[in-house]
Structures are given as C-alpha cells and as structure tokens.
C-alpha cells in the first residue's frame, strides 16, 4: 500500500518542519511540540489594502501608440525610458494577505521519549504522541471544513494530567489579546504600511474556546490557565470583514455552532475523505523512515518511488486544504498558509498572475478535484469585471484586462515596476481556467453562465488591443513584456517591453479560439466568432531562432539573462498544445532547445515552480525520465523538511528561502501529466512513464470529456485501464503510437489491455459492450 502519511521522530522547530492543515480559508501550521505547541494561524481574507480606481497611470493613454511606434521602429531603450514613465501602474494600497497571531500553549513536564509526529493527507489529522513522566500523551489537530474551526483535542491515559497555559501572541497585526470565561480572544486590523497605506486593510477577530473534561480553567488578562484536565478540546474559529461580514459575529458563530469533538472529527473525516480518497498512486512500497530522512536520501541519489507518489497525494491534500467550493478567495502565493516572509517583501503574499496563481490550480482537473477549483472562477469573474475600467482608461479598449498582480481588492492594472508589471495578458491566461473545467466536465451551463462572459470579455479586449505589426502585417500585442525576461536590443541594451512577444501570441491564440469554439456550442455571438476566427489566422506565427530556440520574442534577441527562470513563451507546449511533438515536431524539438539552453546556463534559476513547470513541459514531450529528474530535484531541492515547496533564496529579490504554494501543485499535475494526457479528442495511457516506474497503478485520474480513468503497467508496459465516462461520448485512445476508437455509453466503464492495441498505427477501434 503506498503511504499516504508524512511522518517525524521529532517535533518541529522552524515553519519548515511544522505541518499544515487547512479548511479552505482558515490554515494552521502544527509544530507537535512536547514543552510548547504553536499553532501559526492564517487566514485567506485577512488583507491589507482597499479597492482603488485610480490604480492606471493617467498619462497611458495618452503614450501608447507612441511605445508602440517607438518599438515598431527598433527604438526599443527610447520606448523602454517611456514606458516606465508612463505605463507603470500606481497602486495606492494594494495590500497583502498578513499572518496572524498565533495560538501557544505552555505545558508542564519531563523530557519526552518515543516521539511520533504525522500527518495523514488520508484523514487531513496532524497527531503528536509521546510518553512523558509514566504518561503517555496524544494531542490531534484538525480544520474542519463543515464547521469552519480548528480544533486540537489533547489527552493523556492518566487522569488529570493535561495542564498547561494559553495565550494568542507573536503579531504583527496592531490589536489586543484578552482572556474570556471560555478562552483567549484576539481582536485587531490587517495593516501594514509595506505595500498599502498603514491605514486601510480588514478588520480580524478571533476567537477560541476550551473545552475541559475534568480540571479548573482561570483566566488572566491575556492568558488562560488549565490545570488537572483529563482531556481537553481547543477550538480556534477567525472572522474578517472583508466582504462585508461582521468579524466578531463570525468568529462568535462558528465557536457556538460547532458540536461536540467526535461529531466534529467525524464531519470532518467524511468531507475530507470525499475528495482526497477519489485518487490513489502506487510507485512502490513505502520505506520505513521519517519523512525528512527519506527526503534526504533522495536527494543523495537513493531510489523512493514512494515519496514521489506521497508528494503526488500531498500536492491534492494542499489543494483540499486550501481551497474549497466555498472558499471566499482563491489560493494566494502561499495557499492559505503565510510564513510571513512574503508579506514583508517586495513581492506581498497576493495573486501573481504571470504563472503562480495558474500553477496553483494546475492538480485541480487531472487529480479530480474539480469543486476546489470554484474560487477560482468567482475571483475571474470579479477580476472580470474590475478590468473593464484598466481595459478602457489605459488602452481605449473593450472588455477586460489585467495584469501581472492581483489583490483581494481587485487591482487589474499594471503592477508598479517595469521588467515584470507589463504582462498584458495575465488575466487571458489566467481565464483559460474556465475552460480547461468545462473540457472535463463538459457542462453546458457552466459554459453559458461562468466561464463565456469572462472569455468573451478577454476576447474583446485583445480584438481591440491586437495591432498590425508594419513589417509583417501579423496581428501582434504589446507594449507588453514575456514574464519577467529582458531581452538585448541590436545596441546591446537590455529591455523588457516590447510587442509581439510570444507569450501574448500564446495566449491571444488561445483565448480566441476558446471564444469562437464556446460560441459556436452556445449558438451566440455569430459577429464576436467571425472575428475571433479572423482575428487568430492573422496571428503572428511562431518561429525558431538562430540557436535552434522557440523564440520568445517576434524578433531572434538574446536574453538578457540566459540563466532565467521565466519561460512564458512554452506555454505553447504547456498547458496549451499550440506545441506537441506528434502534430508540430519542428517547434516541439525547438521548445526542448530552449528548456536545454536555461539549464545549461550558468546560474539557471530553478526554484520551486520552475522545478514543476520543466516536469510538465517533458511530460508534454514524452520524455518521462527528464520529466521525472525535475520532480526529483523540486522535492529534494526546492522543498523542505515538511514537504512544502520554496522559492529558492537569491532568486527574485528573495534574501532566503520563502514558502510558495505552487511548485507543490505543479508537481502533482506533472506527475499526472506523466501517467495520463488528454486533448478532449483523444486519451493517452502511459505517455511519459519514467525508465524507473517499472510497476505501479494509479486510480482516478480525470481526462477532458467527463472521464475517470484507473491504470496498471507491469515491466514498464500497460496491464490494464479502465476508463469510465460520466455520459455517451466518443473517444480515441493512445498507446504509444497506436490508437483505438470507443463508444461509451453513460457510466459505461471499459476494460482495455495492450491486446487492444494492434504493433500498426491504422487506428483500430473496440465495440461497444
């Protein structure tokens, strides 16, 4: 049986061993201590800042056409100069997601012997178990998503043994901590002066409760007593206005509302199992160390297919976690866990929308976690609307744009420095969303109502945006930067805007014919299609470089920096399949240059998400071993004790290692890429199985068109899969270079093994039954 629990000998000292849990807005870390447990608490609505509608430079208007001119000229250091003056955005208060205090309890007692501390993605417990002074000890902590709190349950096998003191302390949150009849309380504000205006940001309140079975609880001024308990349940529930909800009120409500632990923990259990028990990994059996131990030797070369099958599970537990149906906010920079160091600088813990906010839901449809993906699609729909007024003030535009940041306020402008605020297509690509959900799932409605006004008004704005470029006549974008790359202009300048960069051509592709498709199914818009379809076959083209590279910029420049840890551009190959090796193979071997050239350079900036992101542009090439080389080094380089994936120290301003959410993620959805791709016309089995995984199964994987899919290989090669449809569809189905055809009727399931697949590539096909 694979494991499916992260396990330690040892509590944790920093917020990299500690282990998260979450409920889809309120997250905790536990440390398991013996003398001291801490639970750092976050919260996703807990934000800085306030809506604003003068984020658009005022001059941008006015300037664009002549950035454009300057480019088109080669005058690309003069367009830069204007750029900065003049097309920057100017946020007044954007603000950032804040942690906030967190909850201490202070227990008495010898040292501690037969020390266990795990957490089990399987139940989503985290659980610390010790014997201390003839006393064996257990404390358990979860977040409940049905009842909105986090909950520790502390007992001992010897009555009255459970004593300790507990506050809410160590914040930066301007507020007050004070002690009720039932616990401790926390009320205060999510200011900051870093990236708003020290004034603006939520209101937070939270509120705890403690439940004793036997013993004495006293208060203080800030701090609660308990002595002699035989058991004891901690409840932690926070409230914030954002949105309009009245914080103490909240916090107040889920304390009253929550029931007794057992009821608690086995609402808890159901809800949780419901969507982490939907998908199963087997790479291997499980070794027998804690976790951080296996990581480590890993990391000097010792095989544990296991471990990269629990990252697998851990990259969806994190997802479960973070964001549910319900969840008021998407998962930030880092999920609903904030470590602080984001927060405090230049990058703020908000929305990147330049690939992290799009990696963080990357696991959502292929790990069959669609319903995770819900906040999402309301936050596009308000970014949505937001970016009307940037589309119109800064580029006379319809429909709607943003940028590279967002903020829980809804910021669309550009974001305040040039070299990484331009990316003029951040929302298009972060719209994609949409449809990649309704390719899985195909479901009318969702269509009609969510996903095509967002996509119509993304349409639009790039109709109006595109222009002619005056050498070529192709319909370019820009000014506009490739995240976050600079490039050499012919003088040997470095610059970042420009137009026509392949990114944006990536993207504008995308969304116009995601348009003119969803259109067509709809039976609307028969004007906005014809010139979404018009508008795509004047595209500029991609094209490949004097060094054998996908481009990233309608013209053969250099990068500034070759080492870059940006590769926008192949997001051709990934997620998109604008690039595939079956159907473009010159451009495929073009996009594998330009991956080998950022390796091989000096200094190639491989931080957490990068580490995924390669992972799944070789799943994308059927190249499983190099696919699975990167998973190896993002767990073993570019995550922690705890599994949690970082974005290196040095890389991006950071001066150390600081949490992110998204190389987590990327993971997950590479390694599904690995084992399953799908196109919405065909399903391939096996695609980019690694040397290593000679045996292995996997059970519910989603493919696009309402498919579930189990598999099994032996030897490196297909036992056995089982593909079920939601509804009657037809499909064609890979392996390898030979396919076969199937009807399915609904919640038809088919049984098909390598005898179906005949040593010729004529497609075959397998009858109904």
């Known amino acids: 049986m694979p494991s499916t629990v992260l396990a330690y000998d040892r509590p944790a000292e920093r917020w990299f061993e500690a282990l998260p849990i979450g409920n889809g807005r309120l997250g905790g870390m536990v440390y398991g201590g013996v003398r001291t447990e801490i639970v750092r608490l976050s919260e996703s609505t807990a934000w800085s800042g306030a809506p604003s509608d003068d984020d658009v430079s005022p001059t941008a208007l006015r300037e664009l056409h002549t950035v454009r001119q300057l480019l088109f000229e080669g005058k690309h250091a003069e367009a830069q100069r204007l750029a900065e003056q003049h097309l920057t955005g100017r946020p007044s208060s954007f603000g950032t997601n804040l942690p906030l205090p967190r909850l201490r309890l202070d227990f008495t007692g010898g040292p501690a012997s037969g020390y266990r501390r795990t957490l089990d993605l399987d139940t989503g417990l985290v659980r610390a178990e010790f014997d201390q002074d003839e006393t064996h000890v257990v404390r358990e902590v979860l977040a409940s998503h049905p009842h909105g709190v986090i909950a520790l349950r502390l007992t001992a096998d010897r009555p009255g043994a459970v004593s300790f003191t507990a506050t809410l302390d160590d914040t930066l949150l301007p507020g007050t901590t004070t002690a009720t009849e039932a616990g401790v309380a926390f009320s205060g504000r999510a200011v900051e002066s870093l990236h708003s205006n020290g004034t603006d940001g939520a209101t937070v309140e939270i509120r705890t409760e403690f439940r004793l079975e036997g013993g004495t609880l006293r208060h203080g001024d800030d701090t609660i007593e308990v002595t002699g308990a035989d058991a004891v349940v901690v409840l932690v529930a926070v409230g914030t206005d954002w949105g309009g909800e009245d914080a103490a009120a909240r916090a107040e409500k889920l304390i009253a509302g929550t029931p007794g632990y057992e009821d608690l923990r086995t609402a808890h259990l159901e809800d949780h199992q419901r969507l982490m028990r939907r998908v199963s990994l087997d790479l291997g059996d499980p070794v027998a160390l804690p976790t951080d131990v296996r990581r480590e030797r890993l990391a000097r070369g010792e095989r544990d297919d296991d471990l990269i099958a629990l990252y697998f599970q851990y990259g969806r537990y994190l997802t479960v976690a973070g964001s549910r149906e319900d969840s008021p906010l998407p998962l930030a920079l880092q999920g609903v866990w904030n470590d602080g160091l984001a927060s405090s600088s230049g990058w703020t813990d908000d929305f990147h929308l330049d690939i992290n906010t799009q990696q963080n839901y990357w696991a959502a449809e292929p790990a069959n976690l669609a319903e995770c993906h819900a906040p999402l699609f309301r ?8 970016g009307k007024s940037t589309a119109r003030q800064m580029y006379g535009a319809e429909g709607w744009t943003a940028h590279t940041v967002t903020n829980a306020w809804g910021y669309t402008a550009p974001g305040s420095g040039i070299g990484w605020g331009m990316h003029v297509t951040g929302g298009a690509w972060l719209a994609l969303h949409l449809w990649e959900h309704y390719e899985y799932d195909p479901d009318e409605r969702f269509l009609r109502e969510q996903a095509y006004p967002v ?32 490039y050499l202009a012919p003088d040997g300048t470095p610059c970042s805007v420009s137009m026509g960069s392949t990114a944006d051509r990536v993207f504008a592709d995308a969304v116009l014919r995601i348009c003119a498709q969803a259109a067509t199914i709809l039976g609307v ?15 500029s083209p991609f094209r490949i470089g004097r060094h054998g590279q996908l481009q990233e910029w309608l013209d053969d420049f250099d990068e500034a920096d070759p080492a870059h840890r940006h590769t926008s551009h192949l997001c051709a190959l990934f997620p998109e399949r604008q690039i595939s090796p079956r159907h473009t193979p010159d451009l495929a071997r073009a996009a594998s240059v330009t991956l080998e050239r950022r390796r091989q350079a000096p200094g190639w900036e491989q931080t957490e998400w990068v580490e995924g992101n390669f992972a799944a542009f070789y799943a994308r090439l059927l190249d499983g071993d190099r696919a699975l080389a990167h998973i190896t080094s993002l767990i073993t380089d570019a995550s922690e004790a705890n599994l949690l994936s970082y974005s290196t120290g040095g890389v991006a301003g950071a001066t150390q290692n600081i949490y992110s959410f998204d190389g987590n993620t990327a993971g997950t959805a590479a390694i599904a890429e690995m084992l399953l791709q799908s196109t919405g016309e065909e399903i391939e089995l096996l695609p980019a199985l690694p040397t290593a995984w000679r045996d292995g199964s996997v059970r519910g994987l989603r493919a696009r068109g309402g498919f579930t899919v189990d598999l099994s290989w032996r030897g490196g090669r297909l036992r056995e899969g089982r593909i079920r449809s939601d509804r009657a569809a037809a499909m064609r189905v890979r392996l390898r270079e030979t396919t076969v055809d199937h009807t399915w009727r609904p919640d038809e399931e088919l049984v098909i093994g390598p005898e179906h697949f005949s040593a010729v590539s004529a497609r075959g096909s397998i009858p109904a039954g």
């Open 525 to 539: 818009d028969p004007d906005l299609r014809d010139r979404a379809t018009a508008a795509r076959a004047r595209l």
């Open 379 to 386: 936050f596009l729909q308000r970014l949505a609307e937001a």
């Open 455 to 486: 996509l119509r008004g993304a349409a639009l704005f790039l109709l109006s945006y595109l222009v002619p470029s005056p050498s070529h006549g192709w319909l370019v974008a820009g000014p506009s930067e490739s995240p976050e790359n600079w």
